[in-house]
Structure formats: C-alpha cells, structure tokens
C-alpha cells in the first residue's frame, strides 16, 4: 500500500506542474494572447510561487475544458459528451482548488476563482440545454451566470495587481491571460 500512496502522490503533483506546452484543444483557440506562466514567476514572493503555479494551472485546465464545450455548442455537435467531460474536469478542478493550502492574504484571490468556476459551470449547466433545444449563441451567452463568472474573474485579476506591485510584466501578462482565457467575455 506504501508503494500506491507514493504513486498517487506523484501523480498529484505532477497533474497540478504547469505543463511545458499549452496549446490549446484541437480546433479551439484562446480568446486572448495567451502566454505561458514563466517558470520563476519573477515578482512573485518565492513562498507564493508554488501555489500561484498549482492555481494557475487549474484555471488552464478548467480553460482547455470550457474551449471544449464552446466548440460543441459551436458546432451543434456532441454537447452531452462535452458537458460530461466538463462537469467531471471542472469538479476535479474546484475540488484541488477549494482544498488547497493558500497563502496568508490570497483567500480572497481563491474565492474569487472558485466562486467564478462555480458560476461558469452553472451557466453551462443552463446553457446546453438552450443550445440542444435550437437556441443560439447569442441566447446562450444571455444567461446570467456567464456574467457573474466574467466579475468574479475581474475581481481576483484586482486582487492579484494588488498583491503583487513589482511583478515583472512577463509575469503579469500571462496571469492576466490566463484569467482572460477562462472568462467568456
């Protein structure tokens, strides 16, 4: 059993490393100018940069996912199994970043993204069934929660210019993107 639990470990630390390459899906694109989170994440207090590079790479993931089911609904083709795969991806997702260990001062940041992912997979959730039933694009992004995600977004980026002056712009950038990548708007 000792053996199991090192090889659960290591695969838990490995799906929460940012990953070397961030292309986005097969026939998706980011919304915005993407980049990748720099490895040092120079600006950032060294005690902050695991957590900041664990959370960032769940809001890509969470942002690979959302690019999936906005292809479906696009497409008017395979939006169940899109949903499913999202629903299972995004509650891993708000698990690891509701559960972990956040840095003294960066609650609010974390509420921020957990709160903006429950309310974007409550728009998906009312969404598919608009767009299966013939609705367009346009009536999917009326439904409400898609908004709410979008401000809780811009409220953690608040947070995070706030916490860190002195980021280099490298380092700002990407962040920014990332958060812009997820929202819908």
């Not at 390459?21 to 994440?41: M, Q």
């Not at 292809?71 to 509701?98: C, H, P, V, W």
């Amino acid at each position: 059993m000792h053996g199991v639990a090192a090889l659960l470990l290591l695969l838990s630390l490995q799906a929460d490393r940012y990953p070397d390459d961030i292309t986005p899906p097969p026939g998706t694109r980011y919304p915005c100018a993407l980049t990748p989170l720099p490895r040092t994440l120079p600006g950032i207090p060294e005690a902050e940069r695991s957590y900041i590079n664990r959370t960032y790479t769940r809001v890509l993931r969470a942002t690979q996912a959302k690019l999936i089911v906005l292809k479906a609904f696009e497409d008017k083709q395979g939006i169940a199994q899109a949903m499913q795969r999202y629903d299972a991806t995004t509650d891993n997702l708000r698990t690891s970043l509701r559960d972990d260990r956040v840095p003294r001062g960066l609650e609010g940041f974390q509420n921020d993204v957990v709160a903006a992912l429950d309310l974007q997979r409550a728009f998906f959730r009312k969404a598919a069934p608009l767009r299966l039933s013939g609705k367009s694009m346009d009536d999917v992004y009326a439904v409400p929660e898609g908004r709410q995600a979008s401000s809780r977004l811009i409220s953690a980026w608040n947070q995070m210019q706030r916490r860190y002056p002195r980021w280099s712009a490298a380092t700002k950038d990407s962040i920014y993107h990332h958060l812009c990548a997820l929202d819908l708007f």
